[in-house]
Nanobody, 124 residues
Framework: QVHVVESGGGLVQSGGSLRLSCVVS????????VGWFRQAPGKEREFVAA???????YYGNSMRGRFTISRDNAKSTVTLQMDSLKPEDTAVYYC??????????????????WGQGTQVTVSS
């Protein structure tokens, strides 16, 4: 059984940084594409970043240049480093794993397993 667990959310001031971690267990992590999505109150869930089994990285338009995604296969962990945070980055951040394609999709329907989410709040 696959488990996806996020951690690292919290409250930060505008311009600050946070690092989110996602641990994926229960299957061969090396075969998983992993993505981050977020959902703000009253809004649809949106793509944040993804990393493929090949280590190729993909970012949402408003995150490019501020967020960095990386993976450590030895620790079955994907990290999302978020810098220059803005109040509009406030949302619940979800990690998801895709073991079927593994290429780090920007589309949430390509992911089979999801975490419970972690709250990120950026104050102005």
């Amino acid at each position: 059984q696959v488990h996806v667990v996020e951690s690292g959310g919290g409250l930060v001031q505008s311009g600050g940084s946070l690092r989110l971690s996602c641990v994926v267990s229960g299957s061969t992590f090396n075969n998983a594409g992993v993505g981050w999505f977020r959902q703000a109150p009253g809004k649809e869930r949106e793509f944040v970043a993804a990393i493929a089994t090949s280590y190729a990285q993909y970012y949402g338009n408003s995150m490019r240049g501020r967020f960095t995604i990386s993976r450590d296969n030895a620790k079955s962990t994907v990290t999302l480093q978020m810098d220059s945070l803005k109040p509009e980055d406030t949302a619940v951040y979800y990690c998801a794993a895709d073991f079927k394609k593994g290429f780090g999709s920007v589309y949430e329907w390509n992911y089979e397993y999801w975490g419970q989410g972690t709250q990120v709040t950026v104050s102005s």
